[in-house]
């Protein structure tokens, strides 16, 4: 079994930052691809950010250069910085990771963590 955990979420006025983590654990072998999720109400979930185990990094274009994702491979845990946050990014936030289990490859998601930013 693998599970996720995120913490970090809450309430932000627009322009503040929240810095969110995700923790991976369970029967792991290896971890690939890392990412952030996102889902508001009405709307379907999108990519919001993810990180490569070698670090290279893919952003959607309403976050480019407010939001940063970053993972440590050691810690099997994966972060996602928010900057200038603006009340559309609003969101449940799910984390997600291609976990290799050493019997299989799949994806992995947490519960999710609200983000809710007042204007």
């Known amino acids: 079994q693998v599970q996720l955990v995120e913490s970090g979420g809450g309430l932000v006025q627009a322009g503040g930052s929240l810095g969110l983590s995700c923790a991976a654990s369970g029967s792991i072998f290896s971890i690939n691809d890392m990412g952030w999720y996102r889902q508001a109400p009405g709307k379907q979930r999108e990519l919001v950010a993810a990180i490569s185990s070698a670090g290279n990094t893919n952003y959607a274009d309403s976050v480019k250069g407010r939001f940063t994702i970053s993972r440590d491979n050691a810690k099997k845990r994966v972060y996602l910085q928010m900057n200038s946050l603006k009340p559309e990014d609003t969101a449940v936030y799910y984390c997600?990771?291609?976990?290799?289990?050493?019997?299989?490859?799949?994806?992995?998601w947490g519960q999710g963590t609200q983000v809710t930013v007042s204007s």
């Open positions: 997600n990771a291609e976990v290799n289990t050493g019997w299989d490859v799949r994806d992995y």
